[in-house]
């Protein structure tokens, strides 16, 4: 290869071709075969790749490099619509967004954790969020559950007086989140039983007369003191006696949310905790989907913020992409970026910039103020100016859910379509077609999720305004 080819292997970028063939090898892979002169490679796109990928150039995958630098700088043409969010996004675009769900009667139930689905063939009847601890107290007069959700870290409770709880009976106690417990009085003693199915998790029904719990979903029944009659269930419901203030009566239940269409849009430490729930109970077909998943990796990046006592000079580009150093990879001059820092600034006379750290697992570990060291050299050495300056602030920020793009992982990405037919992933972790990255990439996979639902339901899909997925040298 003759150097120059690297420009027209990137011109030439073809996504069904360039992913078959260059996810095998890695970026320094790339730049060796391509014979890209070492100055280009260091200057140019090092740079890009780190402030990208925040991962090491000998681990990322060469087809991801390729998509990537298509997408930012030769295939973002054309219809492709990128709005820039002048403000804050949570005023912006989560609240509206928020706004909008809650008019038209939709629910949120913000801190929920999701670890694993409820599954029926090829169809995903529920999800089930993660495990909250349930308490049943006697005193005072009444029974008094408590629920603590340790994901919302949140206590809520209810309490049922002794008289309204029917003698030989059982009385049901919905309680937030569709989780139900039954609470009964035999005998003089108070008695409380799960109302979790143990089969799939749907919430049960008591019948009176039947002397049962009926689960409406697949038909399972237990007895009145919890034992298996009937259905698929295997284990019989939980069921403690409430003497008083024991732990004997701690009930864990996990809520289900049922629906027609589910959309995932977790990162990946979260798919990845539900496709290890879900390989224990998929078949092998659908399986498979979940073990890739699960060979998925992510890499750490921590954002640190400083505040100096001192300018930097004022002609520095407020914004680097850096090649040279071990650990920074990009800085931002926040003093003369944003808006709100750049009025704190004007008050207190500090300057503050921001450094990302890429490829840090080795960083992991080490305290703030390490790590603060360990940055120190590479500070002075991009800011000669700052050498002698005070840091009078600092924040740091760690990441250790960032997607990973290395070499191989591919094929292992599963599409927006799971394989469930009313179950959908999006984030950008996901494949497409369509070359885009990071946010955009959570934005165009779930309006591709969105599109199936709307075919699901014989109405029309939106159009998805996306960059080229050619560059203009690209043959046929
Ligand atoms: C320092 C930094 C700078 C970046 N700069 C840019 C940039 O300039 N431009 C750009 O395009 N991208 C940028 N990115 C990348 C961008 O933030 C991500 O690509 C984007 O947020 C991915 O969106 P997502 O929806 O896939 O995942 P996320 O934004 O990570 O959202 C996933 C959400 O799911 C939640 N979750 C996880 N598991 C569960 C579960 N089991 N149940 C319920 N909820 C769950 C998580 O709490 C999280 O809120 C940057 C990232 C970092 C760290």
Redesign the pocket.
């Known amino acids: 290869m003759k150097s120059g080819t690297i420009g027209l292997l990137i011109l030439g970028y073809d996504k069904k071709r360039y992913d078959k063939w260059f996810d095998k090898i890695s970026f320094n892979d790339l730049m060796k075969e391509y014979d890209t002169p070492e100055n280009i490679q260091k200057v140019f796109f090092e740079p890009f790749m780190k402030a990208g990928f925040f991962a090491d150039e000998g681990e990322i995958s060469a087809s991801f490099f390729l998509e990537l630098f298509h997408f930012y700088l030769s295939g973002n043409i054309g219809d492709f619509r990128c709005y820039h969010i002048g403000g804050n996004p949570q005023e912006k675009v989560i609240e509206p967004m928020m706004r909008h769900f809650l008019d038209r009667g939709g629910r949120i139930n913000l801190g929920?954790?999701?670890?694993n689905l409820m599954v029926d063939g090829d169809t995903v009847k529920g999800v089930y969020e993660k495990s909250k601890e349930i308490y049943v107290y006697r005193y005072d007069g009444g029974i008094h559950i408590i629920k603590n959700d340790p994901v919302e870290k949140s206590v809520s409770s209810k309490k049922i007086l002794l008289q309204d709880i029917p003698e030989d009976d059982y009385i049901k106690a919905d309680l937030e989140g569709d989780q139900t417990i039954f609470i009964g009085f035999f005998g003089g003693e108070v008695i409380a039983v799960s109302g979790e199915c143990t089969h799939a998790g749907c919430s049960l029904n008591w019948d009176s007369v039947k002397r049962r719990f009926l689960c409406p979903c697949h038909g399972g029944q237990f007895s009145e003191d919890g034992g298996v009659l009937n259905g698929p269930p295997q284990n019989p419901l939980k069921i403690f006696k409430v003497n008083g203030k024991s732990l004997e009566s701690q009930i864990v239940q996990s809520a289900v949310y049922n629906g027609d269409y589910f959309i995932i849009?977790?990162?990946m430490?979260?798919i990845k905790?539900?496709s290890s729930n879900m390989i224990k109970n998929s078949d092998a077909e659908k399986r498979g989907e979940f073990e890739r998943i699960l060979k998925l990796k992510t890499n750490t990046?921590i954002?640190v913020r400083i505040w100096f006592n001192k300018s930097t000079k004022p002609d520095r580009n407020p914004v680097g992409f850096v090649s040279s150093y071990k650990y920074i990879t990009v800085y931002l001059i926040l003093s003369r970026l944003n808006e709100d820092i750049k009025e704190c600034s004007k008050i207190t006379g500090l300057h503050c910039i921001e450094f990302?750290i890429s490829g840090a697992s080795e960083l992991t570990d080490i305290s703030d103020e390490g790590l603060l060291k360990v940055i120190s050299p590479e500070i002075g050495g991009l800011f000669p100016e700052l050498r002698d300056a005070g840091m009078i602030d600092h924040s740091f920020m760690r990441?250790d859910?960032?997607?990973f793009f290395n070499k191989g992982s591919l094929n292992l990405r599963p599409p927006v379509q799971s394989v469930f037919k009313n179950l959908f992933y999006?984030?950008?972790?996901v494949y497409t077609d369509i070359p885009v990255?990071?946010?955009?990439?959570?934005v165009i996979t779930a309006k591709i999720a969105a599109n199936y639902i709307l075919s699901h339901e014989g109405a029309m899909p939106n159009n998805i305004y996306s960059p080229n997925s050619r560059g203009i040298l690209s043959w046929t």
Do not use: L, Q
Not at 437 to 442: G, H, I, P, Q
């Open positions: 929920s954790e999701i670890e849009a977790a990162d430490p979260g905790r539900i990046c954002v990302i990441h859910n960032y997607t999006t984030g950008d972790w990255f990071f946010m955009e990439k959570a």
